[in-house]
């Protein structure tokens, strides 16, 4: 059972980073086996100029929600565009853009697979 509540905010999130052109968007529902976070969604980035625009228009995304909605937090960025591998973590909802190469070397879709529900866009 997923989250009515998030689902929006995750569908604005799946949508934009589709509208940027993101390849293979996965969204994973792991609220029942994880404390940290409702839903995890993975995408491939095509490079480190790709991954620049995908992260400025994701941080501008999340600067113009409601900063008094509990649901919705500002993220916390990890990893550098140049690196292959971003992770925006705005608690309920953690985004990891990863590109090809990274994305087939650490196999996290395998990891989340196992914990939830998956969701292809």
């Given amino acids: 059972m997923t989250d009515t509540t998030l689902q929006p905010f995750v569908d604005s999130i799946t949508s934009l980073l589709d509208e940027k052109k993101v390849d293979d968007i996965r969204t ?9 976070t409702d ?26 929600l409601d900063p008094t909605d509990s649901i919705y937090s500002h993220p916390r960025i990890t990893g550098d565009p ?35 529900n998956v969701y292809y866009f």
């Fill in 39 to 64: 839903y995890i969604i993975v995408a491939t980035i095509k490079n480190s100029v790709h991954a620049k625009s995908v992260l400025t228009q994701l941080e501008s995304f999340f600067h113009s």
């Fill in 82 to 116: 140049n690196s292959g591998w971003v992770i925006l973590d705005a608690n309920s909802v953690v985004i990891h853009c990863l590109d090809q190469k990274n994305r087939d070397f650490y196999n996290i879709d395998s990891l989340f697979e196992k914990q939830g």
């Fill in 28 to 36: 994973y529902y792991v609220s029942e086996k994880s404390w940290m």
